[in-house]
Structure formats: C-alpha cells, structure tokens
C-alpha cells in the first residue's frame, strides 16, 4: 500500500510503498494516546514510526525494532531526540 511519510534524512514529505507484515513490524495495542506509537516497521534500512494520532510517520534511517528492542518506549525516546516533542 502507498502511504505518506516524513522522511527525516530529506527533510521532507513523501510516498512510499510499504508491505506491512508480522515479519516486518511490531504493534503496540496496549498505547491509546494520540502521541503513543501504534506500530515500528523496518523499511529500506531505516525504522518507521507510525504514532497513533493523526501525524504522519517517521521515517529514521540507520535503525531497526532489534536496535530498539522492539520495544515502544524506545522508539518514542527515539522520535523525541529528532523531533524534540515527547509527552510525560
């Protein structure tokens, strides 16, 4: 499926085409706020960090779930140290 993501190495919008997968990404159910990660998906050498609200995913290269422990804690850590925002 084609979705729209912020690529953080172009600094920019754009589209990708993107297999979602069990071997591929992690969901996190267990989050319900609009700035929690809802799922981590490997992409291209990079991680993708989709957050449940309405904002677009996060494209990181050079990073992968293993690197993060697959955990969700980590990649919101992660998405704060380049976008400067985390809730408490």
Known sequence: MQITI?????HRLETIELQISEENTTWFDDDFYDDDIYMITDFKGGLLI????????????????????YRSRK???LKAFYTDTVSE
Do not use: C, M, Q, V
């Not at 912020?6 to 172009?10: A, D, P, Q």
């Not at 309405?54 to 690197?67: F, V």
């Open 6 to 10: 912020y690529n953080f190495s172009k």
């Open 50 to 69: 989709s957050p449940r609200g309405y904002e677009y995913p996060l494209l990181i290269d050079g990073t992968s779930r293993a690197a993060l422990d």
């Open 75 to 77: 990649a919101l850590e």
